[in-house]
């Protein structure tokens, strides 16, 4: 149905897509900002999850639409099919995998984004210069360089892969493997990182021709930090095999137990054996904002390049990474390509002497800056300070809570937002305890009453508490204990699970 008055046989009759009613889109617009500002003011009292009824999912699973109908009624379709089974990380007691919570005024900043619809790859318009800005903020909220470059990227796993082809510039082979391929090189090249680096690493390292078998995974501690003997034992065998080390990686919080591996270490062997030092500071480096958590970061800014995404510890909406280089150009040599319908003019629209597309894969880019710009300049750093520095202490919070219960046992915990626990029970078998924790950590998750989620560490089965969230208080982490034991004492007795 279509109600702007066009004539349907006339294939050049302009903008069928926009709105024929103006006020009917206006209205929908007002409508929805009511709406959401309603849901986000009552998620506290909502499941953190639910799971998606059959109807729902048949309603999800229809085919192309041919013809269309008006916008409020999409809007009802997803108000009655999407909205109330989401994935949960908005939610207060939401601590699963690696998620953000979402500040609401950031989505202004990406409604926005796409209604003026920019896109950064290059030109010279104000858009542009808002990317430019954000990147040059966080590279002074985390200490970074000024003189350094940078880029938003999707996530943190397309910030290595981009760092990573900025290494493999810098510190490859003579030959010019971009343009002779990998094989040009002769020597075989290899990347170093410990056993619990993010398995975004192995990818990158496979999606640039080094293969995963050369991504060198190097033991732990006790701790869960880097084994740095081990490191340098590795390269040095390598050397004498022939072989040819690239970079060395560096965790600031490992998505495991939240571990950061001894940065200026690592820097220092990097710099010996003149290897790209790169950091993966995916939630973690934002600890860098609290000076109490300086001295543990403490190498981080001197690496060649650092991943960060804003989406997990900066609390924006998905999506929105950032890789940094140290160097200026480290990007452009890696990625700058010429074209002439992309080459540069004199003055105008395509003058513009930065080129966001120069410094990574894509070319065609969103306004992701605009939410994160937004978002700075209303609550200010020092707000996003304040709440990353609440996270840490509910997570120590947390971590007593489990150390004083004789039921639970607290399994590890990091100087940064994640914990890890299990419920326990006097003359309990491995089996069992991994079977009461499963059905524990179910009962919490499919009723909707809170959102870990889970690790194994050295064999056991454990519930994982990873706080990036900007909503949780301490009260929920008391709720969170008190629902672990009493479904554990359940569940123990044999309950169904
Ligand atoms: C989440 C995470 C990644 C991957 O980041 P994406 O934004 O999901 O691509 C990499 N490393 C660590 C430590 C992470 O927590």
């Not at 021709?209 to 869960?224: E, K």
């Not at 750093?381 to 219960?405: K, P, S, T």
Request: glycine share 10%; net charge negative.
């Amino acid at each position: 149905m279509n109600r702007h008055p066009i004539d349907p046989t006339d294939p050049t009759d302009p903008a069928p897509l926009d709105p024929a009613d103006w006020e009917e889109f206006r209205a929908l617009g007002k409508r929805i900002v009511d709406d959401m500002a309603d849901f986000l003011a009552g998620l506290r009292d909502r499941p953190v999850w639910q799971p998606v009824p059959g109807p729902v999912r048949a309603a999800l699973g229809t085919g192309l639409p041919h013809t269309g109908i008006p916008m409020d009624e999409v809007y009802e379709e997803f108000r009655a099919t999407v909205l109330p089974f989401p994935r949960g990380n908005i939610h207060p007691r939401f601590w699963g995998w690696a998620n953000g919570s979402g500040v609401p005024v950031a989505a202004y900043g990406d409604l926005l984004a796409s209604l003026i619809n920019c896109t950064l790859g290059s030109g010279e318009n104000a858009a542009m210069m808002v990317e430019q800005q954000v990147i040059s903020w966080l590279q002074e909220a985390l200490h970074w360089p000024a003189d350094g470059s940078g880029l938003l990227t999707s996530g943190a796993s397309m910030g290595q892969i981009t760092a990573l082809a900025a290494a493999r510039r810098a510190k490859g082979p003579a030959a010019d493997i971009r343009r002779e391929g990998i094989l040009a090189g002769g020597a075989q090249l290899t990347v170093y990182g410990s056993t619990e680096t993010h398995h975004s690493l192995e990818k990158a390292v496979e999606l640039l021709g080094i293969g995963s078998r050369f991504f060198r995974q190097i033991p732990v501690d006790h701790g869960r930090r880097i084994d740095v003997r081990a490191l340098r034992a590795a390269i040095r065998a390598d050397r004498d095999a022939g072989l040819h080390p690239l970079c060395v990686v560096g965790n600031a919080g490992t998505v495991n137990t939240g571990a950061v591996d001894p940065l200026d270490d690592l820097l220092a062997v990097a710099r010996e054996e003149n290897l790209w030092f790169h950091v993966d500071g995916a939630f973690g480096a934002f600890a860098q904002l609290l000076p109490s958590h300086r001295a543990l970061l403490f190498g981080l800014t001197e690496a060649d390049s650092l991943v960060f995404d804003l989406h997990k510890w900066l609390y924006m909406p998905f999506d929105v990474s950032c890789v940094l280089t140290r160097q200026a150009g480290a990007l452009e040599a890696a990625f700058a390509s010429h074209a002439d319908y992309i080459s540069k003019t004199a003055g105008g629209p395509a003058s513009y002497a930065l080129s966001f597309a120069d410094r990574g894969i894509e070319q065609s880019r969103r306004f992701r800056a605009l939410k994160v710009w937004f978002a700075l300049k209303t609550h200010g750093i020092d707000a996003f300070a304040r709440a990353i520095e609440g996270n840490i202490a509910q997570a120590a919070h947390l971590a007593e809570l489990v150390e004083a219960d004789d039921h639970l046992e607290l399994v590890s915990r990091s100087d940064l937002n994640v914990v890890c626990f299990r419920y326990v029970w006097p003359g309990a078998g491995p089996e069992d305890l991994d079977r009461v924790n499963r059905a524990v950590l179910s009962r919490l998750q499919t009723e909707g009453l809170a959102m870990p989620s889970h690790t194994v560490l050295d064999g056991k089965f454990v519930i994982r508490v990873a706080d990036n969230n900007h909503r949780s208080t301490l009260a929920d982490f008391d709720f969170l204990v008190r629902e672990v034991l009493s479904a554990g004492a359940a569940l123990r007795a044999g309950e169904p699970g």
